[in-house]
């Protein structure tokens, strides 16, 4: 009886710091954005006015609001789904077929997961430039000039043109997880298939996918929370939010009004959305994927 | 025994969590220091640079042998003084100019967190400075007379262009001139105009809408007057824009809305892309490193309505103000009045700032006091004695102040409709219907 009392008392202090730093750095501060939300305020001062639940009933009706989750969710699905089917593809092609280089290929498509997104907004600034840019300058040389435009600036592509940056970034990161994953299939199972006559494209829907299944649902999680996180930045630095809010998303939305329009608890209102958006989002991606889970 | 040191390791390892999370509670914030009284001075660091300040808290020390001036210099000024301010520590003095992506002079004056500064502007001040910078909607927020903001390092605003291009002189001077010459740039394959960013309209709005209305009509459209865009003067407004945008170079918004992208535009008219930007005279310095040894700028206000019609130039100026909760509040204001002293007008002229070579170069800020004109010369007196062309007046003032008004982004919904203009993705009627819908919610909640 003692000894496990004192086995308790071990693993509790154990588990404190880490739960003593998860509290004070992220449930109070979550807490606190819930309970700001609530409040008209500067974000300066002390003077705050209680005001319910007037926030969100604004909120609700708010046009830029609106247009920003429309582009939000463009964005996440966009990229989700694109970067998931070109990171397993390639992730199944460096494991299956025992390239040579296999290892350079993998830290060539991780380096752009490295780089500070800043580094990164700049670099296709500097691509997407109208007069002296990479992209137009090469259409221009291939003589496809009716192919150039406007890439930052034409309401119609500039978030198309995000889009792609963002996917740009994440392959690297993705594909190195599901090699890594993949990797652990035993090689017999493909010989078998091979055996019984299934090809490639059959061997890669039948054997690889299933058996990594588990590790693309951990990872649906990550796109959704990163990709929220990374169009922020990008469009902080590339667009403000673009031609008109055509690149608006939620935190750049969040913070124009905290800050620029001085509306804290406005912008408090529109973090709370934000949180349980996400939420929300990652427990439906979650329970949709549920599958068995195969053991080999 | 071992378990012992396990458990103690471990409430060790459980203690250096907290390690950070002291917070300054023991800093006595006493207005004095030994003999000296403390004046705090927050200032931001941008393109005048730094030294411009370090110059006048030891001009000020000089002077005021009791006072000791704490100066706090950050080109991220606002990130700096929020978690100060949260804390209860406010500085005395604060540089920070409005329009800032932060809004952080803005949300003070909403918060009506500033100092009354009024006293400072009276007696021999007030006769010394020049018109309309003591009383405007930009110094006096609440519209009751009293004076929260200084003003100081003024600048005016309007069309910039390559003087090589018009070597007869003959610049544009109505609108329907600069019409003309736009069509003649278009067959040459080059733009008549572009902006730097779609909040550098602010000014040229603001003397588009003198122009068009006289003062009477200016003051009340500051107010949000509903009538504002309805009347002729605003359709007036509006059609001139509208027709702008036509003739402005296609890659102004792809630059404008990146970030750092807006000096691409400024560089196009340098390039002899785009023939006019507006801009105030900060340029000159802005973009001095990309500048040819022999180019020489042109500043004209905007073009008349009609032929002998008047044209107006926006004035701009900076911001010096000081926080209700600081502690010296006397050596504040002395510090605000010290500013517009001969010695500080003089200190400011002189100012330099280190370019990328590591050189100084001259960056000169001028005081809206009068006469100063006289003091300047070169390429700075020329820019500065626009007002004392024929029929050039000054515009000043601001849109007036509001409560916040929460899901109201003020600046897209004015000036961000124009990047729309340009790229026709919006026309020119749902422009207006946007701006009178802005107007409605802004009247409503006029402070």
Redesign the interface.
Same mark, same amino acid.
């Given at each position: 009886m003692n000894k496990r009392k004192?086995q308790r008392r071990?693993i509790f202090?154990?588990m404190?710091?880490a739960v003593?730093?998860i509290t004070?750095f992220m449930a109070i501060p979550t807490f606190n954005v819930f309970r700001m939300s609530l409040y008209?305020w500067?974000?300066?001062?002390n003077?705050k006015t209680f005001q319910g639940l007037k926030?969100f009933k604004?909120?609700i009706?708010?046009q830029?609001?609106l247009q920003s989750i429309q582009n939000s969710i463009l964005i996440i699905t966009l990229v989700t789904i694109i970067t998931l089917a070109i990171a397993v593809f390639f992730a199944a092609i460096l494991t299956q077929e025992k390239l040579k280089g296999q290892n350079f290929f993998r830290v060539i498509f991780y380096i752009p997961n490295i780089l500070s997104i800043v580094v990164i907004?700049a670099i296709f600034?500097a691509i997407?430039?109208?007069?002296s840019g990479l992209l137009n300058s090469v259409l221009g040389f291939l003589s496809l000039d009716n192919l150039k435009r406007?890439?930052?600036?034409?309401?119609?592509i500039v978030i198309y043109s995000l889009i792609f940056a963002l996917i740009w970034q994440a392959i690297g990161y993705y594909m190195v997880m599901y090699m890594a994953s993949m990797a652990s299939i035993p090689d017999s199972f493909y010989e078998a298939a091979g055996l019984d006559g299934a090809g490639k494209v059959k061997q890669f829907f039948v054997i690889t996918l299933p058996l990594i299944w588990d590790n693309i649902r951990t990872t649906l999680t990550f796109f959704v929370i990163s990709t929220i996180n990374l169009s922020f930045l990008m469009v902080?630095?590339?667009?403000?939010?673009?031609?008109?809010?055509q690149t608006e998303v939620f935190l750049s939305y969040m913070y124009?009004?905290a800050?620029?329009?001085?509306?804290y608890?406005?912008g408090m209102a529109i973090g709370v959305v934000v949180f349980s958006f996400s939420f929300i989002l990652s427990a439906v991606i979650n329970k949709i994927t549920e599958r068995e889970a195969l053991e080999f | 025994m071992k378990?012992l040191l396990?458990?103690s390791l471990?409430?060790l390892?459980?203690a250096?969590?907290?390690a950070g999370?002291g917070s300054k509670k023991g800093e006595s914030s006493n207005a004095t220091e030994g003999e000296k009284r403390v004046l705090k001075v927050a200032a931001f660091e941008g393109g005048n640079g730094g030294d411009i300040w370090k110059n006048l808290e030891k001009a000020f020390e000089e002077e005021n042998k009791d006072v000791d001036v704490q100066l706090q210099l950050s080109s991220k000024l606002d990130e700096e003084l929020?978690p100060q301010?949260?804390n209860g520590e406010y500085p005395d003095v604060v540089y920070y100019n409005m329009g800032q992506?932060?809004?952080?002079t803005?949300?003070?004056i909403?918060?009506?967190?500033l100092l009354d500064i009024s006293d400072v502007f009276t007696g021999d001040l007030k006769d010394k400075l020049a018109e309309g910078f003591a009383e405007n909607a930009i110094t006096q927020p609440y519209g009751d007379g009293k004076t929260y903001l200084a003003p100081i390092f003024y600048s005016p605003t309007g069309l910039w262009y390559d003087a090589s291009k018009f070597e007869d002189g003959k610049v544009p001077a109505t609108w329907d001139e600069m019409w003309a010459y736009g069509d003649k740039l278009k067959a040459e394959g080059k733009a008549l105009f572009t902006y730097p960013q779609s909040g550098y309209f602010d000014g040229t709005l603001f003397a588009m809408l003198y122009q068009a209305g006289g003062s009477d009509y200016y003051k009340k459209a500051l107010e949000y007057d509903t009538n504002t865009w309805n009347s002729k003067e605003g359709q007036l407004v509006i059609d001139t824009v509208a027709k702008l945008s036509k003739y402005t170079w !296609?890659?102004?918004?792809?630059?404008a809305?990146? !970030?750092g992208?807006f000096k691409?535009n400024q560089q196009a008219v340098i390039d002899g892309d785009v023939a006019f930007m507006p801009n105030g005279n900060w340029v000159v310095g802005e973009m001095s490193e990309s500048t040819p040894e022999n180019f020489k700028w042109g500043f004209m206000p905007l073009p008349a309505y009609e032929k002998g019609g008047d044209r107006y130039a926006y004035t701009f100026f900076e911001q010096v103000w000081a926080p209700k909760?600081g502690k010296n509040h006397d050596d504040a204001k002395a510090f605000i009045k010290f500013l517009y002293s001969d010695k500080a007008v003089d200190l400011m002229l002189a100012n330099k700032v280190q370019n990328k070579d590591g050189q100084m170069v001259a960056a000169p800020v001028v005081q809206p006091i009068k006469g100063i004109v006289n003091k300047l010369d070169g390429d700075m007196k020329l820019f500065y004695s626009i007002y004392e062309t024929e029929g050039v007046l000054p515009a000043l003032g601001n849109w007036a102040t509001t409560d916040?008004?929460?899901?109201?982004?003020?600046?897209?919904a004015v000036y961000?409709?124009i !990047?729309?203009l340009v !790229?026709e993705?919006?026309t020119a009627d749902a422009w207006k219907a946007q701006l009178n819908d802005t107007f409605a919610k802004c009247k409503a909640a006029l402070k």
């Open positions: 004192s071990f202090a154990c404190a710091p003593i730093l004070i008209k500067g974000g300066i001062s003077n926030n604004i909120l009706k708010d830029n609001f907004s600034g997407y430039d109208p007069q406007m890439w930052m600036g034409d309401p119609n902080q630095i590339m667009t403000s939010g673009g031609p008109n809010g124009k009004q800050y620029t329009s001085s509306a608890g406005y | 378990k396990c458990m471990v409430a390892m459980a250096t969590t907290l999370c929020r301010m949260l992506k932060s809004g952080f803005e949300t003070m909403k918060e009506e967190a !296609d890659a102004t918004v792809a630059n809305n990146s !970030d992208g691409k909760e916040t008004i929460e899901g109201l982004d003020f600046k897209k961000g409709a !990047d729309s !790229d993705s919006m």
